[in-house]
């Protein structure tokens, strides 16, 4: 074996100082990740803020406001926010008590069309922005909101 072609030893690891909270997992390789969007944001009281001041807006609105089945918004919106904490990095809490999440098939009984859409988005961008979000995450998350009201399309009935 010439110098070029022999494997060199890994160097040991450094000590290091207890990780941050932030640095929870580890990505491939083992490289360190940031923190997950649902820490970056505040976690449970920031999607929690959020989905509140959504159905806020929902609660009056007379196109959305009879698509839930209950009277009391309330479990409605312990279910948004379980789904937002989960999707974006948060605990798993809405799988453990709904099984997969399957939204196209969960919205299938509710006649959603361009308009029932543009009135959520509405309302979402109204709590979104009641957030104040960093510019970074506030378009992270619009990104997402946006692209998940467009794919609950299923109707293009009146």
Known sequence: MTPESTPTPAAAPTPAAAPSPV?????????????????????????????????????????LKPMY???????????????????????????????????????????VNPEARDRWLAHMRDAVDACDLPPLQRETLWDYLERAAHAMLNTFDE
Do not use: C
């Open 23 to 63: 640095h929870l997992r580890d990505g491939e390789n083992g490289a360190a990740i940031g923190a997950s969007f649902y820490e970056q944001v505040g976690g449970r009281p920031f999607f929690a803020k959020l989905v509140a001041e959504f159905y806020r807006g929902v609660a009056t609105d007379p196109v």
């Open 69 to 111: 089945p209950e009277a009391d918004l309330g479990p409605a919106e312990e279910r948004l926010t379980m789904f937002l904490e989960q999707y974006w990095g948060g605990p798993g809490t809405y799988s453990e008590q709904r099984g997969h999440p399957r939204l196209r098939q969960r919205h299938q009984p509710f006649k």
